[in-house]
């Protein structure tokens, strides 16, 4: 019997390869291309009055360069803003290379292409450029001042406005019984990958076809954006995604100037041409996110019930608004977690600032939105005196309420409902798994040594598995092996070793044999891309449907060829038999010859399939409804998004003199439907917890007021090593299904990194007795938070809220 | 006026190599372009990632922080140059694959050679001292909880008499 291998730890089939070197990222391909490198404003604020290039022309090795007087047709457009909104009524792009204006420091403006990027960057370096400085607009505060504007036609630096509302929570909060405010910051991060964006073309003359490899999250995009851009039929680019060192994010852009550069300048120059970016342009030229500044007002009753909640929150997108308004939107949204507010406000302003765009990590918003929640919850909780979690529970939709729909519209355009989940069994696990109930216990035995501990909690859902579609494609081959595409990329998921899970699933085939194939436009033409927890939902449905019809032509082919009726049969190790019996019996490669019928024999095997073997004359070869091959096509397109949900826990300690902050103990619960492989889920909670713990105590992006980003390398940018990192993630996992899709799975990909800054925030206030409402938070903000606070002895009950929360007259 | 050119004998993985390149040529480059090593990745170029890490007469060193005209007279191992004479993954490879280690797999080839470089050093390594041998080195994938694990199951492999190794285990024991 061929065991199920979903829901089974089963070994990454990626692993061999990489582990000895031979992945094949997108630098490592295409020997002896040309290599490029690009111009990048020194400014975050300027006018480009002129710009020489005479220098670079007999350069050496220098084989083009372009600024944007090169750029023709659409390439001299700006490039394309992917999501558009109505609410966005100020959309800006930025052009392939600068047109008149730059408006971030690595904002591109010159591109060089050369023998190797040595004899490129000494190139760059000898281009003149006039500037006309303009003074530059840094930070939400600056932008909302609107004292100086990004874009001279974009008013108050406002590229969006958006208002939603489910009833009255204004008239809700000025009647309910008890109101707080609260005041809070979140700073800038980013997806930084180890492996940094990367592109190489190459322009086939004799077929008239450009092939380009970029480190890509969507390589349909890519593709379709080179077409549209370079003047190209669709029919006439592959684009293909080769191993990625991570993604987490930022390589869902595109079309990056480079990715339009690089093929245009393959075409011109008849030469495969290379784009490698380096550390520090990925840091000030891909793209950032996480910064947003948050007002937020509530009232409740006794219990802590939500009566009424009414947040405005300023959102800082950068120059540029490529990629329309999705992160501020989620927050918006998704900001509401477990929870059901009787009355719920929330209103945005999406604003211009002289700093590099801002475009989804992983997370994309959702981290700022239960930030804004848990930080609510909790000020509740210390304002009615009661535990964290009673008023968590009070406010939870129950299991009972599902399908629930929250009156909104998602960053689909979809209304956000929830199909399912199961918040109180949630906090249950989460209590035990961190020992909630023992914790006072453990503060009391620390203080008595002279340490300093403090407990936290967040709870989120998160929205996974958005639309519109995925793919995929199963063709079983005469061999016996199974080649599966579909279109979505990987980058480090383990996506082959997961969809051939499946796959041997549906197939009753052997894992071995089968070969996926991901983020190849040859393969699978229609695809969307991998981003929002969405690549197992997506093509994990698409890729089991599109097995399913492979495995019933199969099965219909066999009960012909087996005499027998379909529904008899089965499929173990790749043989087809009727159950039950020692009958006669077929295998899946010889249904694959049968499949098509044939006229020329050219092997052994294909015998069987000729003309004057199968078929019977009174029928056409092939029957009208059917095709030759034995193949599944099939796609996935939900109706709606499928709701995971989770809750982290974290035990912090403040060193009482120096504000060190040390984590003893990290919990996750986590409930993302049926697990296919838990083996790469807790891998994915694990790099999301590091990244969290980044964001909430090391990364931020340290911009100064003249726009120039201070910490652009790994130097200063503090990324955790290990030793940042908690020494073990304790992980336990509900598992309620989806309702929406086949396999009742829901994503995961994100949800170790949502709720940190919320649970560090809250660990560290409880460790410390004073409100925490920046973030992330160093030791030395501590140490100054401590200092204002001047508190000696820290009341652990009582969370003073008079800086940030003010509570209003308290009825009785 | 062109650059200067330097004759250059590396010796990597065991196997001779001629190259010509110019003095300012990184060990990094040279490998993965000149030789189409490219098993060794660039994660910084200012030697902090340790992603180009490869061992130079044994010692792990930053690729990127070395002129390949600096590296003649060297034995240079690469992630290429790990694996066992017969083709089969060496203790730490194998133990990577055992413990899900690796995730987008551009980080590993740096965790591998410093970690092969570790374990040869210090055989038996505590989990404190397994997690001192990687924290040079950056991923953003795994947040380390699995190569630490790798680590201690590379120094179980490599102490073990080699068939009782892996293969028979199932992986999932060892998470
Ligand atoms: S690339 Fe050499 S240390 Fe990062
Ligand atoms: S596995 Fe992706 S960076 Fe380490």
């Known amino acids: ?812 | 006026m062109s650059e200067e050119l330097h004759e250059v004998r590396l010796v990597v993985n065991g196997a001779t190599y001629d190259v010509t390149v110019p003095g300012r040529r990184l060990l990094s480059d040279a490998l993965r372009h000149d030789l189409r090593l490219t098993g060794t990745h660039v994660g910084c170029e200012h030697g902090v990632c340790g992603s180009c890490t490869v061992l130079v007469d044994g010692t792990p060193m930053r690729s990127c922080l070395m002129l390949a005209v600096s590296a003649v007279d060297a034995e240079i191992t690469t992630v290429e140059g790990l694996a066992l004479a017969d083709g089969s993954l060496s203790p730490v490879q194998q133990a990577f694959k055992d413990c899900h280690g690796l995730q987008c797999g551009f980080c590993t080839p740096g965790f591998l050679t410093t970690i092969t470089a570790g374990i040869r050093d210090n055989p038996q390594p505590t989990r404190e001292e397994a997690r001192e041998m990687i924290a040079g080195n950056l991923c953003r994938c795994t947040g380390y909880q699995n190569i630490v694990k790798a680590v201690e199951r590379a120094a179980e492999l490599t102490s073990a008499p080699r068939r009782s190794s892996s293969v028979e285990t199932p992986p999932g024991e060892h998470l």
């Open chain 1, 1 to 812: 019997m061929t065991t199920k291998l979903f829901g089974a730890k089963v070994p990454r089939v990626e692993d061999d390869r990489l582990l000895r070197g031979n992945g094949r990222y997108a630098d490592d391909l295409m020997p002896g291309a040309l290599e490029s490198a690009v111009l990048r404003s020194p400014h975050a604020h300027a006018r480009i009055v002129h710009i020489d290039v005479d220098a670079v022309l007999d350069c050496e090795g220098v084989h083009a360069v372009y600024t944007y007087e090169d750029l023709t047709g659409p390439m001299a457009a700006p490039l394309p803003l992917l999501i558009p909104h109505p609410a966005l009524t100020h959309g800006r792009t930025q052009y392939a290379l600068a047109k008149d204006e730059v408006n971030y420091v690595g904002e591109a403006i010159a591109f060089v292409v050369a023998d190797d990027r040595y004899l490129a960057e000494d190139a760059i370096g000898k281009i003149k450029v006039d500037y006309e400085f303009l003074p530059p607009v840094v930070g939400i505060d600056n932008a909302r001042k609107a004292e100086r504007l990004v874009h001279d036609d974009v008013p108050g630096n406002i590229g969006a406005r958006l208002e939603q509302n489910v009833g009255d929570a204004p008239a809700a909060i000025a009647a309910a019984p008890h109101r707080l405010e609260l005041d809070l910051v979140i700073e800038r991060s980013a997806s930084t990958p180890m492996e940094g964006r990367a592109v190489v073309s190459r322009w086939d003359p004799d077929q008239a076809r450009l092939q380009v490899w970029s480190s890509t999250q969507t390589s349909t995009g890519v593709r379709a954006a080179v077409a549209a851009q370079l003047g190209l039929d669709l029919g006439q680019v592959d684009v293909i995604t080769p191993d990625v060192g991570g993604g987490f994010g930022v390589k869902i852009n595109h079309p990056w100037p480079e990715e339009l550069l690089v093929p245009l300048a393959a075409i011109a120059l008849g030469r495969p041409v290379r784009f490698t970016e380096d550390r520090r342009e990925h840091f000030i030229s891909s793209a950032h996110e996480r910064q947003q500044v948050q007002h937020i007002e509530v009232g409740f009753d006794d219990d802590g019930r939500l009566l009424g909640l009414d947040v405005e929150f300023w959102h800082d997108h950068g120059a540029y608004t490529p990629y329309g308004l999705i992160v501020p939107i989620i927050t918006s949204t998704q900001l509401l977690g477990p929870y059901k507010p009787d009355n719920y406000r929330v209103v945005f302003e999406s604003l211009y600032t002289n700093t590099v765009i801002v475009t989804p990590y992983r997370g994309a918003g959702r981290p700022q939105g239960v930030y804004a929640m848990e930080r609510t919850m909790d000020a509740i909780a210390a304002y009615l005196k009661k535990d964290r979690t009673e008023i968590r529970a009070t406010n939870f939709i129950q299991p009972d309420e599902f399908p629930y729909d929250h009156q909104l519209v998602f960053q689909d355009g979809r209304p956000l409902v929830y199909d399912s989940g199961d918040y109180p069994a949630l906090l249950e696990k989460i209590k035990a798994l961190v020992g909630w109930d023992e914790f006072e216990q453990f503060r009391t035995e620390m203080a008595a040594e002279g340490r300093r501990v403090g407990l936290g909690l967040a709870c989120y859902v998160e929205g996974t598995g958005v639309g519109p579609y995925e793919g995929a494609h199963v063709q079983i081959e005469t061999s016996g092996n199974v080649k599966v595409a579909t279109g979505l990329t990987s980058q480090g998921q383990g996506h082959q070793t997961v969809f051939a899970q499946l796959v041997a699933d549906v197939l009753g085939c052997s894992f071995e044999d089968i070969e996926i194939v991901t983020g190849d436009t040859r393969r699978m033409p229609y695809a969307v891309g991998t981003f929002a927890s969405r690549a197992a939902v997506m093509s994990g449905s698409a890729i089991h449907l599109a097995a399913t019809r492979a495995r019933e032509k199969a099965l219909r082919i066999a009960a012909d060829a087996l005499e027998a009726d379909a529904a008899d049969l089965e499929i173990v190790d790749g043989i087809v038999s009727v159950k039950g019996t020692t009958g006669p019996t077929i295998s899946l490669g010889t249904l694959a010859v049968l499949s098509n019928p044939l006229r020329y024999a050219f092997d052994e095997v294909s015998k069987a399939a000729t003309q004057f073997s199968v078929g019977r004359p009174e029928k056409p070869p092939v029957a009208e409804d059917d095709e030759p091959g034995l193949e599944g096509r099939d796609f996935y397109s939900p109706e709606r998004s499928t709701f995971a949900s989770g809750m982290h826990a974290v035990i912090v300690e403040t060193d009482p003199d120096t504000a060190e902050i040390k984590i003893l103990k990290y919990a996750v619960v986590h409930d993302c439907g049926h697990l296919i492989n838990p083996m790469i889920v807790e891998g994915q909670i694990h790099g999301g917890v590091a990244q969290g713990v980044g964001g909430a105590l090391y990364e931020r992006m340290v911009y100064d007021e003249s726009g120039q980003l201070l910490n652009a390398s790994f130097m200063d940018f503090l990324m955790p090593y290990v030793t940042e990192v908690p020494e073990s993630i304790d992980i336990d996992h509900l598992e309620t299904p989806s309702p929406l899709n086949p396999l009742g799975i829901k994503g995961a990909g994100e949800a170790g990194v949502i709720p940190s800054a919320a649970v560090f925030a809250a660990a560290i206030e409880d460790a410390e007795g004073f409100p925490i409402t920046t973030m992330p938070i160093s030791p030395s903000e501590l140490f100054e938070l401590r200092r204002r606070h001047s508190v000696v002895e820290p009341t652990h009950a009582v969370v003073e809220l008079v800086e940030t929360t003010t509570p209003e007259e308290d009825s009785p």
